[in-house]
């Protein structure tokens, strides 16, 4: 090989050593300062909310925190929610440096919050996720009207660092329709596991998109929600209730 190809090559690596982004940044580079001072437990799932810029930022980019802050304000995570906040009288860019956001109008019932998950000791490549989504309708007396389950499994990736990729956004938009008062209870199960003959091995599962998997849709049957094996997990639950006298509420987990 000629001595100039060989000096150039060597000249290549240098610089791409120099200016890459060292790994650790790779990886949700904004995480740490949420996890300071916080002992992780090998074996364990944690739930970690971040406040809405850098859950909107994540979906941007695994280098978070951006550069250039105002460039979140370009990106679909934070236009569509706009949307979706102006519909309940809430200017977004106000809240970014919240954990969550919600408001209710004419009504209609919005939130918004985002959070990251580790599973230190996991050794498979994604964590199991499974929802039960149940949906309370109230009468003017205070009585269930009506009630629906539906039901979701999901897998999320996780990095070399046991930790989510990029954060979990949550957002819902629900109107009270002909009822007095509604009730919504989003009960999360997240763990380390599988479904067997369906979601089994280390590795990622799904090469089409290396973030996310949606194992079962929202169905009215349990399905595969009942097969999920964890080796271990933890359970969150967000409630929220709105009625037609303009009260509203929001409960979320572990949010500060």
């Known amino acids: 090989m000629p001595r100039q190809r060989i000096y150039l090559l060597v000249l290549a690596g ?62 679909p995570a934070f236009l569509e929610n706009e949307k979706r906040a102006l519909a309940v009288g809430i200017r977004l860019k106000d ?89 919504v209870v989003i009960d999360l199960e997240i763990g380390c596991g599988e479904i067997p003959k369906t979601l089994t091995g280390k590795a990622w599962p799904h090469a089409q998109n290396p973030l996310y998997y949606r194992v079962q849709d929202y169905s009215d049957e349990p399905g595969l929600y009942d097969k999920v094996k964890y080796q271990f997990s933890s359970a969150y639950r967000i409630t929220m209730e709105f009625d037609r006298d303009g009260k509203y509420s929001l409960e979320l987990p572990q949010i500060k």
């Not at 791409?16 to 940044?25: D, E, Q, R």
């Not at 919600?102 to 918004?112: A, C, E, M, R, V």
């Not at 009506?146 to 954060?167: I, M």
């Open 14 to 75: 240098y610089l791409t050593a120099c200016f890459l982004p060292p790994v650790k940044a790779v990886w949700a580079g904004g995480l740490e300062k949420y996890l300071e001072g916080q002992p992780l437990a090998v074996g364990s799932v944690k739930f970690v909310p971040v406040s809405l810029r850098d859950g909107m930022e994540s979906q941007k980019s695994p280098l978070w925190p951006l550069k250039n802050p105002s460039k979140i304000f370009e990106e």
């Open 95 to 183: 809240h970014l440096d919240q954990y969550s956001v919600s408001g209710y109008k004419q009504n209609t019932f919005f939130f918004l919050f985002y959070n990251f998950l580790t599973a230190v000791g996991c050794p498979n490549d994604y964590v199991v996720q499974r929802v039960r989504l149940t949906k309370l309708y109230y009468d003017l007396l205070g009585n269930v009207y009506k009630k629906h389950e539906q039901f979701l499994v999901e897998a999320l990736a996780l990095n070399l660092k046991k930790e989510t990729k990029r954060a979990d956004d949550h957002w819902k938009t629900y109107t009270l329709g002909k009822f007095f008062k509604r009730k």
